[in-house]
């Protein structure tokens, strides 16, 4: 009876040790299942996210080009002066930027956009737009900028949208009347990043340049006695006399200033889409529309 009862014992921890092995055996089979499943779950979500950014969206392609950037966006950003008369100046009473170029950026958002409105003004300096150009912060630089083939290097332009020369602003009486008269000892006033600095110190090199960040400074400068005269493009030098009567232009251009609309090297898209812009804007007659607004007389024709 004892041996009956301890076999039937034996029988009954056998029994036990089959069902629980079964039982770690099925745990193991749907562990590695859910394992596997959600693993390829895992993949496929990771597929998703490469696809996808994870959103649901096509990510922007590295590749696309800044024009196709500017309409995905439906904005343009330009970079303009805030303190340059006549081409882009902050006006105090109503916090707008004004001038020339800042038209001109509008138009050109015009074309591009559909909408003139659809456009960010920057402020740059002659030193730091390009950098900024080149850092992202812009789409384009309309701020006075002269065409030269040192810039060509770092930046590419737009046909020629204003033609300029270099000059002198003295205050009235003074006895600087022209290039000539800037000898040893003249203090002459300029900005920097502006070619009106090398062309100064070529044309008249016993001259003392005294560098100034933007052309507000360095007329305040002039009227402070701090130089004898100013020197950059006479567009600009026309603007200082429009807020001040007691200063004049003197003498003739002594360089051609042809400005252009400097773009990111290698944007060849937006190039021909601003200077088709620019085509139109002269086509249509909204070219000297701004241009007489803005310097008081229509373009010369060549």
Same mark, same amino acid.
């Given at each position: 009876?004892k041996?009956? &009862?301890?076999?039937a014992?034996?029988?009954?921890? $056998?029994l036990?040790?089959?069902?629980?092995?079964?039982?770690c055996?099925?745990?193991?089979?749907?562990?590695?299942?859910?394992?596997? =499943?959600?693993?390829?779950?895992g993949?496929?979500?990771?597929?998703?996210?490469?696809?996808?950014g994870?959103? !649901?969206?096509?990510? %922007?392609?590295?590749?696309?080009?800044?024009?196709?950037?500017?309409k995905?966006?439906?904005k343009?950003?330009?970079? *303009?002066?805030?303190? &340059?008369?006549?081409?882009?100046?902050k006006?105090?009473?109503n916090?707008? *930027?004004?001038?020339?170029?800042?038209?001109?950026?509008? @138009?050109? =958002?015009?074309?591009?956009?559909?909408d %003139?409105?659809?456009?960010?003004?920057?402020?740059? &300096?002659?030193? &730091?737009?390009?950098?900024?150009?080149?850092?992202?912060?812009?789409?384009?630089?309309v701020?006075?900028?002269?065409?030269?083939?040192e810039?060509?290097?770092? $930046?590419?332009?737009?046909?020629?949208?204003?033609? @300029?020369?270099?000059?002198?602003?003295? /205050?009235?009486?003074?006895?600087?009347k022209?290039?000539?008269?800037?000898? /040893?000892?003249?203090?002459?006033?300029?900005?920097? !990043?502006?070619?009106s600095?090398?062309?100064i110190?070529e044309?008249?090199?016993? @001259?003392t340049?005294l560098?100034?960040?933007?052309?507000?400074d360095?007329?305040?400068?002039?009227? =402070?006695?701090?130089?004898?005269t100013?020197?950059?493009?006479?567009a600009?030098?026309?603007?200082?006399?429009?807020?001040?009567g007691n200063?004049?232009v003197?003498g003739?251009?002594?360089?051609?200033e042809?400005?252009?609309?400097a773009?990111? /090297?290698?944007e060849?898209?937006?190039?021909? @889409?601003?200077?088709? !812009?620019?085509?139109?804007?002269?086509s249509?007659?909204?070219?000297?529309?701004?241009?007489t607004?803005?310097?008081g007389?229509?373009?010369?024709?060549?």
């Amino acid at each position: 009876m004892k041996t009956k &009862t301890w076999m039937a014992a034996c029988l009954m921890l $056998v029994l036990i040790s089959v069902l629980a092995l079964a039982g770690c055996g099925d745990q193991k089979e749907s562990n590695n299942g859910g394992n596997g =499943a959600s693993g390829a779950s895992g993949n496929t979500s990771s597929a998703g996210k490469g696809n996808s950014g994870g959103n !649901g969206e096509e990510p %922007p392609s590295t590749n696309s080009s800044m024009l196709d950037q500017i309409k995905s966006r439906d904005k343009l950003v330009v970079g *303009v002066k805030f303190d &340059t008369k006549l081409f882009g100046l902050k006006n105090p009473m109503n916090d707008e *930027v004004e001038g020339f170029d800042v038209d001109i950026a509008k @138009a050109l =958002a015009n074309i591009i956009l559909g909408d %003139p409105a659809k456009v960010e003004l920057k402020e740059v &300096t002659s030193k &730091t737009r390009m950098p900024m150009l080149n850092n992202g912060e812009i789409d384009m630089i309309v701020a006075t900028m002269t065409i030269t083939d040192e810039r060509k290097k770092e $930046v590419d332009f737009s046909d020629v949208y204003f033609k @300029a020369g270099q000059s002198l602003l003295v /205050k009235k009486g003074s006895a600087i009347k022209g290039l000539d008269d800037i000898t /040893k000892g003249t203090k002459v006033l300029a900005v920097k !990043g502006s070619t009106s600095v090398d062309n100064i110190k070529e044309k008249a090199p016993d @001259a003392t340049v005294l560098e100034f960040e933007n052309y507000q400074d360095a007329f305040s400068a002039l009227k =402070a006695g701090q130089g004898d005269t100013l020197t950059t493009d006479n567009a600009i030098l026309y603007g200082m006399v429009a807020q001040d009567g007691n200063y004049e232009v003197v003498g003739d251009t002594f360089t051609d200033e042809p400005y252009g609309i400097a773009i990111k /090297k290698g944007e060849t898209e937006l190039v021909d @889409a601003v200077n088709e !812009g620019l085509k139109t804007l002269k086509s249509n007659g909204e070219y000297d529309k701004i241009y007489t607004q803005w310097i008081g007389e229509a373009p010369k024709t060549d």
